[in-house]
């Protein structure tokens, strides 16, 4: 997950990746709002907390 100011705004990106695999990619997005891009950082904070929490169950899966 990030945010960075930019010329116009602010960017927001997100993903998941494990052992080098990208699991997820979330489109980054602009805008020219600070609150705008806060909203949209937590909605892909749920979405990848979301695929983590996926994948740390099918991996604990594996082992048992």
Same mark, same amino acid.
Not at 20 to 36: G, H, K, R, S, V
Not at 54 to 61: E, F, M, P, V
């Given at each position: !997950?990030? +945010? /960075?100011?930019? $010329? &116009? &705004? %602010?960017?927001?990106? &997100? &993903?998941?990746? /494990?052992?080098? $695999?990208? #699991? !997820?990619t @979330?489109?980054?997005?602009? %805008?020219?709002? +600070?609150?705008? /891009? #806060?909203?949209? #950082?937590? $909605?892909?904070?749920?979405?990848?907390?979301?695929?983590?929490?996926r #994948?740390?169950?099918? @991996? @604990?899966?594996? +082992?048992?």
């Amino acid at each position: !997950m990030s +945010i /960075a100011a930019t $010329d &116009g &705004g %602010f960017r927001v990106e &997100g &993903g998941v990746t /494990a052992e080098a $695999d990208d #699991l !997820m990619t @979330l489109p980054p997005e602009t %805008f020219a709002e +600070i609150e705008d /891009a #806060l909203t949209v #950082l937590d $909605d892909y904070a749920g979405e990848v907390a979301q695929a983590a929490g996926r #994948l740390i169950d099918r @991996l @604990l899966d594996a +082992i048992v």
